[in-house]
T-cell receptor, first 116, second 107 residues
Framework: GAVVSQHPSRVICKSGTSVKIECRSL??????MFWYRQFPKQSLMLMAT?????????EQGVEKDKFLINHASLTLSTLTVTSAHPEDSSFYIC????????????FGQGTRLTVV | RKEVEQDPGPFNVPEGATVAFNCTYS??????FFWYRQDCRKEPKLLMS???SGNEDGRFTAQLNRASQYISLLIRDSKLSDSATYLC????????FGAGTRLTVKP
């Protein structure tokens, strides 16, 4: 199946700093990528839909100025958590569709963010 | 109401047991359906797609009922390695996840 690479897999940062997470589709072009967040013992919650060359669409309750998404190419989307706080500590996962009619989603490995 | 609702679980079953998970979705415009498996602290991985005609992959059988907006997953002859959280995924798109059902298979 298609491969999506997410980096870094784990990051610890201080409160107030910014963290960038990269999501790359390695063997297909992804016009749309999705960013999810998962808190412990909860499901994956969609944060935003990232479209190549245009602004991301954010889900209700997700601050677009705090979670900056850039999808500059067909193979790369980035999520930047700005001015991170301890409550932003979570598991962030990206996914990308390969354009097939069924729209199967392929996931990155996830990034565990800890803000101290 | 959540867009995707799953059995809360957890399910604790002995090896060899048959276990069934259910999932309902609220948006009738949803286009495709999947079951994903997620192991602890790992990313979700596709287990199988779900079709109206039903589909089977070894010990796993998935079924979709569009009229009732209902999806099911049946695991037969469960193995220890089946222990994981099973996520019902409804793709409108974008994909929306159920809360997951935790399965523990015990010796």
């Amino acid at each position: 199946g298609a491969v999506v690479s997410q980096h870094p897999s784990r990051v610890i940062c201080k409160s107030g700093t910014s963290v960038k997470i990269e999501c790359r589709s390695l063997d297909f072009q992804a016009t749309t990528m999705f960013w999810y967040r998962q808190f412990p013992k909860q499901s994956l919650m969609l944060m935003a839909t990232s479209n190549e060359g245009s602004k991301a669409t954010y889900e209700q309750g997700v601050e677009k100025d705090k979670f900056l998404i850039n999808h500059a190419s067909l193979t790369l989307s980035t999520l930047t958590v700005t001015s991170a706080h301890p409550e932003d500590s979570s598991f962030y996962i990206c996914s990308a569709r390969d354009g097939s009619p069924r729209g199967e989603a392929f996931f990155g490995q996830g990034t565990r963010l800890t803000v101290v | 109401r959540k867009e995707v609702e799953q059995d809360p679980g957890p399910f604790n079953v002995p090896e060899g047991a048959t276990v069934a998970f259910n999932c309902t979705y609220s948006n009738s415009a949803s286009q495709s359906f999947f079951w994903y498996r997620q192991d602890c602290r790992k990313e979700p991985k596709l287990l199988m797609s779900v079709y109206s005609s039903g589909n089977e992959d070894g010990r796993f059988t998935a079924q979709l009922n569009r009229a009732s907006q209902y999806i099911s997953l049946l695991i037969r002859d469960s193995k220890l390695s089946d222990s994981a959280t099973y996520l019902c995924v409804v793709n409108r798109p974008p994909a929306r996840f159920g809360a997951g059902t935790r399965l523990t298979v015990k010796p």
